[in-house]
């Protein structure tokens, strides 16, 4: 079945550099990859996804990036601030993101932002 | 807009007591549903999902189950909880494709 990695466990940057966070998936019919950012005490949001079809994919000052080939995807973050702060999930799942689609999410990464 | 409550927020329970979890969905119509599970150190992982009113499908063979028996109101229960069944439980909703707001979870102790 499907598994997703992902790395690193932990981040911890100053304010305003950049972070990136990376997974890896082994499923090659994944086709859906969304990324979670869970607070303190709160349930997981949905942050930013792509298909399969894009290779990049831009929000503001966060980013996912996609290569099939090599299977694996990341999330950027760029002038990082405080409360960027929390723990962030990636998670795959084929069939485009539809409802019924099993996700596989990795185990999460704590990003710290230093100010 | 929409927002998701679930509850209770922490839960001690003995072994071989009984469970109820309740999730319920407010400012939407015919929600996709799900329940997930976190144990530390992982991450989520699927435990059941409904498209509608007592329509429920089962992802991971367990002690557990759910029932929707209003359109927005999910419940996951146990007979008798195991020492296994530990662990942050979260509530999901979605309208079209895959959950986007999850609730802030209950975490669940069986000691």
Known sequence: ?115 | SQTIHQWPATLVQPVGSPLSLECTVEGTSNPNLYWYRQAAGRGLQLLFYSVGIGQISSEVPQNLSASRPQDRQFILSSKKLLLSDSGFYLCAWSVLGTPSNFGSGTRLTVV
Do not use: M
């Open chain 1, 1 to 115: 079945g499907e598994n997703v990695e992902q790395h690193p466990s932990t981040l911890s940057v100053q304010e305003g550099d950049s972070a990136v966070i990376k997974c890896t998936y082994s499923d090659s019919a994944s086709n859906y990859f969304p990324w979670y950012k869970q607070e303190l005490g709160k349930g997981p949001q949905l942050i930013i996804d792509i298909r399969s079809n894009v290779g990049e994919k831009k929000d503001q000052r966060i980013a996912v990036t996609l290569n099939k080939t090599a299977k694996h995807f990341s999330l950027h973050i760029t002038e990082t601030q405080p409360e960027d702060s929390a723990v962030y999930f990636c998670a795959a799942s084929t069939g485009y993101g539809g409802a019924t689609n099993k996700l596989i999410f990795g185990t999460g990464t704590l990003l710290a932002v230093q100010p």
